[in-house]
């Protein structure tokens, strides 16, 4: 089951409201969804009702592999820029060991071109 962490509207006409949620990819915008996460109030002034998010259990979804929307990621690096930072280490981490792979696939080839 591929995981989505995305913003899910709710509020009424011209004045929306969203939740931030993790559902399957699968299911419709408005559908099922496994946790919230938090909420999203863009009309909102004050910073302590603009945006709420539960830093833990955004942390626990994205190690089990949760992708995050634009959207949410563009709002979670406001509210919790350690998660993201976690996120973006761990990125670079799995990006320098697939080049360090690379690197060593090329030397065996060109050794037993040698031989």
């Known amino acids: 089951m591929a995981l989505k962490i ?3 509207p709710q509020g009424r006409v011209h004045r929306p409201f969203y939740r ?9 915008r408005n559908g099922r969804y496994v946790e919230a996460l938090g909420w999203y109030n863009p ?8 945006l709420s998010l539960k830093e833990e259990r955004l942390q626990y979804w994205i190690e ?3 992708v995050m929307t634009e ?15 976690k996120k973006r ?20 080839r060109e050794k037993s071109s040698e031989g």
């Open 6 to 8: 995305r913003l899910r």
């Open 20 to 28: 931030i949620v993790v559902a399957d990819c699968h299911t419709p």
């Open 43 to 50: 009309f909102e002034t004050e910073k302590e009702k603009h």
């Open 64 to 66: 089990q592999g949760a």
């Open 71 to 85: 959207n949410v990621e563009a709002l979670a690096a406001s509210a919790t820029p350690d998660v993201i930072k």
């Open 89 to 108: 280490e761990r990125e670079r981490g799995h990006l320098a060991k697939i080049a360090a792979k690379r690197k060593a696939r090329k030397k065996t």
